[in-house]
């Protein structure tokens, strides 16, 4: 079986997403992809394979494409499976190869993600609750409009705006088979329709691929790194 690990930065060198983590493996292929030319060349003492990777899109979309759909990039469709974490955490990388054999080999499942770490009896797993969460940043408060009118497009669509589970997007291990690439698509549509706040169109997407989805503890195969 053939895994790797990728993650990534788009932006430019004050973002205060600009971190480069320990690469999680020294045996398993690791990508790093960015378009900020300072970041690509501190790369180069580093264990990462770096790539970097210009668009039409903007940075911040570009982010949202390969968190979405790995297959889309011609380094990542070779694996059987991948692990997309954010650049800002720290990953047990032993404990995660071991996550995506047993994915692969064991399970009917396509895609293993963290619970939200937030969800509570008073912070109920919703659209809602992760729209509030949100808009406490001004990069998403400026679009709260549309978001709102998303939310109430996707209910109005027979979703639902409440679940009994809610996902934290920045840990991902995907199978890559049709299933995968399928979400996959359908989330980035959603993205490129409604906005960055990917977390918050994931909502609603992983409610037509809940079956194909395993959950794990928040936190159970990384911590926080940076910011």
């Known amino acids: 079986m053939l895994f790797a690990f990728y993650t990534c930065f788009f932006g430019e060198d004050n973002n205060e997403r600009n971190f480069i983590p320990p690469s999680p493996s020294s045996t398993i292929d690791c990508y790093y992809y960015t378009n900020n030319s300072k970041t690509y060349e501190m790369l180069a003492n580093t264990r990462w394979k770096r790539i970097f990777y210009e668009s039409q899109l903007s940075s911040i979309m570009l982010a949202k494409q390969i968190k979405s759909c790995p297959h889309m990039f011609k380094e990542l469709r070779v694996y059987d499976a991948t692990c997309y974490f954010d650049s800002a955490l720290y990953l047990d990388g032993p404990a995660t190869v071991q996550l995506m054999t047993s994915l692969v080999k064991y399970s009917s499942y396509s895609i293993c993600m963290a619970r939200h770490p937030f969800i509570s009896k008073t912070w109920l797993p919703s659209a809602h609750s992760e729209l509030r969460e949100a808009i406490l940043q001004p990069r998403y408060a400026v679009q709260r409009e549309q978001y709102e009118a998303y939310i109430c497009e996707q209910v109005e669509s027979g979703l639902k705006d409440v679940d009994d589970i809610h996902f934290a997007t920045g840990f991902i291990v995907r199978r890559n088979n049709m299933i995968?690439?399928?979400?996959?698509?359908?989330?980035?549509?959603?993205?490129?329709?409604?906005?960055?706040?990917?977390?918050?169109?994931?909502?609603?997407?992983?409610?037509?691929?809940?079956?194909?989805?395993?959950?794990?503890?928040?936190?159970?195969?990384?911590?926080?790194?940076?910011?």
Request: proline share 0%; hydrophobic share 45%; aromatic share 24%.
């Open 180 to 227: 995968s690439r399928a979400l996959g698509e359908v989330w980035w549509a959603h993205i490129c329709k409604t906005g960055i706040l990917c977390q918050l169109s994931f909502f609603f997407v992983q409610q037509m691929f809940r079956e194909h989805i395993f959950d794990i503890k928040f936190g159970e195969y990384f911590s926080r790194w940076g910011y």
